[in-house]
């Protein structure tokens, strides 16, 4: 798995009129199989009852456990993940996520 930091990567939408100091790019290939998931960090900071965040880590493991399905499936298996770890704790963020697979 590779995990590719994209702070230098985004920018806030709506907060500046100004973005062209936060776009840059990173270039990558895949094969066969290779799965890529954008997510914003309304998935990775979701929070349970405790408080705790969801975080990359516990993502990571949903889509490394799934990786053998197809993209919907694996959109899918992380939104049950991010729902059950949730429960009845109110969502303070937008969660935005693209699945793609490389056939």
């Known amino acids: 798995m590779q995990r590719i930091e994209t702070i230098d990567l985004g920018f806030p939408i709506g907060l500046v009129d100004d973005i062209s100091e936060f776009i840059s790019h990173y270039t990558t290939y895949l094969n066969a199989g290779d799965v890529v998931v ?19 880590v516990r993502l990571c493991e ?3 456990e799934n990786r053998h399905l197809t993209a919907a499936e694996i ?4 939104i049950n993940d991010v729902m059950e770890y949730i ?3 109110q969502v ?12």
């Open 75 to 78: 959109r899918q298996s992380i």
């Open 92 to 103: 303070h963020d937008d969660m935005t996520m693209l699945v793609c697979k490389q056939r």
């Open 38 to 56: 954008l997510y914003t960090d309304g998935i990775t900071e979701a929070e349970n009852a405790d408080q705790l965040h969801y975080g990359v």
């Open 62 to 64: 949903v889509v490394a």
């Open 87 to 89: 429960g009845d704790h």
